[in-house]
């Protein structure tokens, strides 16, 4: 979202990188787009991914270390019923079906955004329970879920595919004006505001009437945004071949997915206080800057490393010295030589001045408890082959001095990074060992992560 204060002052930018069909939609580097907002002028930026707030610290860890507000928010979908309901539902009539541009009537959308700490951590858990609970073609939430989870969040009727806007254009101005009554009674009449944007679209502006006369009735403010996909003009071009590379068609099909319309970058407010002269609009202007005011959010960095139980009289480094050199004296039971004695010796030494005993403690449990218990378990993949202490405690099956592998890719003294180990469980029963580690050490201690790649310039070309 873009404006700018009655002096010019900067508010804050939207930003989208799309999830799942929409992963490849955003293509504005978190660098180039925290200066462009430095040279416009603007003290804060928003983040509203569409569906998923993986990038949040990220976002706002870089934006505040380059001077700017971070605002942490999702452009989420919502379940046009129930989010248990797995079901398209149309609104219209089959002859109105490209007035449903949300989503083939499986979803809306609406804006959420943090203006507490708690309020972000509500829009974690409504992002978690969209994918575990609402799941149909975009992870959803509902109501009922938005209800529950609504503390420190404002709200907005979201982009042209939210549930007020396609309501309208369905001509269903009582059903728009009970929706949008619903979520100002759900989030409070001052933390929901009525979204406009403009960027030529027929779809944007036969809503205008509707939403001006929505927002009297209700005594909703209005917000101004614009759809920011790249942060300059200049990435328009490289912005629609991000998209046909989402979409498995090339530049040449004229009937490629494409963005209508005009303005999909990171505007200056004062483009921005120029796109329309109207008093909503520019009271939709200064909005933005009363929003961004107002969120506040942050992270705090807490260990969330379970520890491991210890016997009596144990300290992490004792017992974790004993486990490696019962380990050797089961791996080597004839003996070992002094190379792999001195390795041991050296690799004990770094783990324990890195301070990683017990998760190599926790590592080596889990791996022996599904060995005892019939799980099959890979007998090694990654960098860790070359650690003799994993060798040593079950966590591998390959000798790395047989090999000739190298300890120092996996932990480095001069590179403080955790260790990464890469375990293959038995799909089967995989299920099995989660199970028993969040038992053992505690759900708060257990996490499932996802990762990424980028398209840099080896995958580029």
């Known amino acids: 979202m873009t404006a700018a204060g009655p002096s010019g002052e900067g508010s804050f930018a939207h930003l989208h990188v799309h999830t799942e069909?929409?992963?490849?939609d955003g293509a504005a580097r978190l660098k180039d787009l925290f200066a462009q907002c430095q040279r416009t002028g603007m003290t804060a930026v928003a983040m509203t991914d569409h569906g998923n707030l993986y990038g949040a610290y990220?976002?706002?860890?870089?934006?505040?270390?380059?001077?700017?507000?971070?605002?942490?928010?999702?452009?989420?979908?919502?379940?046009?019923?129930?989010?248990r309901h797995r079901q398209p539902v149309r609104w219209g009539n089959p002859g109105q079906r490209d007035d449903d541009v949300s989503g083939a009537g499986a979803y809306t959308h609406i804006t959420l955004l943090a203006e507490t700490t708690e309020g972000m951590h509500n829009l974690f858990r409504l992002s978690s329970l969209s994918s575990l609970e609402g799941y149909f073609r975009k992870p959803r939430m509902d109501r009922e879920l938005l209800a529950a989870h609504a503390k420190g969040i404002i709200a907005t009727t979201g982009c042209p595919s939210g549930e007020v806007q396609t309501r309208l254009r369905l001509?269903?101005?009582r059903e728009a004006l009970a929706a949008a009554a619903t979520y100002r009674d759900i989030f409070g009449p001052d933390n929901f505001f009525v979204e406009i944007m403009d960027h030529g679209l027929a779809i944007e502006q036969r809503v205008w009437p509707g939403l001006r006369q929505l927002a009297a009735q209700l005594s909703l403010p209005f917000v101004v945004?614009?759809?920011?996909h790249y942060t300059s003009p200049d990435d328009a071009k490289a912005h629609e071949v991000l998209l046909c590379v989402q979409t498995g068609t090339n530049l040449a099909d004229p009937d490629r997915f494409r963005l209508?319309?005009?303005?999909?970058?990171?505007?200056s407010p004062q483009e921005m206080r120029a796109v329309r002269t109207d008093e909503e609009w520019q009271a939709g202007c200064d909005a933005t800057l009363v929003i961004a005011e107002r969120a506040n959010v942050g992270f705090s960095k807490s260990n969330l490393m379970p520890k491991f139980p210890l016997p009596g009289g144990e300290t992490e480094s004792s017992w974790f010295r004993k486990e490696v050199w019962r380990g050797m004296d089961r791996r080597y039971p004839h003996g070992y030589d002094e190379q792999r004695r001195a390795q041991a010796e050296y690799e004990i030494g770094v783990v324990e001045a890195m301070g990683f005993c017990s998760y190599f403690l926790v590592v080596a449990d889990?791996?022996?408890w599904a060995k005892r218990n019939g799980i099959r378990v890979g007998p090694c993949r990654g960098s860790a082959g070359g650690s003799i202490v994993s060798y040593a405690m079950g966590i591998t099956d390959l000798d790395p001095i047989a090999h000739g592998l190298v300890f120092e890719r996996f932990l480095n003294p001069e590179r403080v990074s955790m260790p990464d180990v890469d375990v293959d469980f038995d799909e089967r029963r995989r299920g099995d060992v989660i199970r028993y580690v969040t038992e053992k050490y505690g759900d708060d201690r257990v996490a499932q992560i996802i990762t990424y790649g980028t398209i840099k310039a080896k995958a580029a070309v």
């Open 21 to 24: 069909y929409s992963m490849l």
């Open 58 to 83: 990220d976002f706002w860890s870089k934006a505040t270390a380059a001077g700017l507000k971070p605002v942490i928010g999702i452009e989420a979908y919502v379940a046009p019923e129930h989010r």
């Open 171 to 173: 001509g269903q101005e």
């Open 225 to 228: 945004t614009n759809d920011s």
């Open 260 to 267: 209508e319309g005009t303005g999909y970058y990171l505007k």
């Open 366 to 368: 889990f791996i022996m």
